[in-house]
C-alpha cells in the first residue's frame, strides 16, 4: 500500500513540474521583446545595406523617416493604380510577430511566406498560402490602419502581394494592441481594390 502512495505522490509533483514548466515557458515568451524586435529590423538593415539579398526594399516613410520599413514583393503588377492617402482599399492580409525559431540564430532573415505556420499569427482574414474564393477581403482606409501600413499601401499597385516588417515605431507603438508592445509588424498584404470617394 504505501508503494502505491509513494508512487502517487511521485507521479503527482511529475506531472506538477511539468505543469509550471509549460506557465514557465508562456511568461518568457515576450522577454526582452523591445530588444529582439529592435535587433530583427536592425538584421533587415544589415541585410539591405549589404545588398545580399536583391529582393529586399526600403521604404522611406514620408511622416517618420527615422524608421525605415522594409519589404520584399511577392507579386508585382507593372502598372496599375496606387492608393492615394484618402481613398480607401480592399486586401487581404495575414499578421505575424517574430518568431525565434525562425529568425533568431540566422543571419540573413528569412522571410516566412513557407514558415508563416511556425510564427505567431494575431490577425488575418484568409487561410493557407493563398486566399480562397469563399474568403473576402477587408475594406479599410488607407490613412485608418498602421502608419506602417499608410506608407507600404501608397506605394503597392492594384494586384501587387507584399510581404512587409514594420518596426514598432511604424506599428501598434509601445501599448498593447492587437499585439503585444514594441512588436514588429510581419505582414503578407496583398492589394485587391481602391475604392474611390
Do not use: H
Not at 505556420?117 to 487561410?127: H, I, P, R
Amino acid at each position: 500500500m504505501k508503494k502505491y502512495i509513494l508512487l502517487s505522490l511521485l507521479f503527482t509533483q511529475c506531472l506538477l513540474l511539468f505543469t509550471s514548466c509549460d506557465e514557465t515557458e508562456e511568461v518568457n515568451k515576450y522577454a526582452d521583446w523591445r530588444n529582439r524586435n529592435e535587433a530583427f529590423i536592425d538584421s533587415l538593415k544589415r541585410v539591405y545595406d549589404a545588398k545580399t539579398d536583391p529582393e529586399l526594399i526600403q521604404i522611406i516613410p514620408y511622416a517618420e523617416k527615422n524608421y525605415p520599413i522594409y519589404a520584399k514583393k511577392l507579386k508585382t503588377v507593372t502598372s496599375g493604380e496606387t492608393p492615394l492617402y484618402t481613398d480607401s482599399v480592399t486586401a487581404f492580409y495575414r499578421g505575424m510577430l517574430i518568431n525565434e525559431a525562425v529568425f533568431g540564430a540566422a543571419t540573413t532573415p528569412r522571410y516566412y511566406t513557407k514558415l508563416y505556420q511556425s510564427l505567431d499569427v494575431f490577425d488575418k482574414n484568409f487561410e493557407g498560402e493563398e486566399p480562397n474564393a469563399f474568403e473576402s477581403p477587408t475594406t479599410f482606409f488607407v490613412n485608418g490602419v498602421v502608419a506602417g501600413w499608410t506608407e507600404v499601401l501608397q506605394r503597392m499597385k492594384v494586384g501587387e502581394r507584399w510581404e512587409i516588417y514594420i518596426p514598432w515605431q511604424q506599428g501598434y507603438g509601445s501599448s498593447v494592441s492587437a499585439a503585444p508592445a514594441y512588436s514588429t509588424l510581419i505582414f503578407d498584404l496583398n492589394l485587391v481594390s481602391i475604392i474611390k470617394k
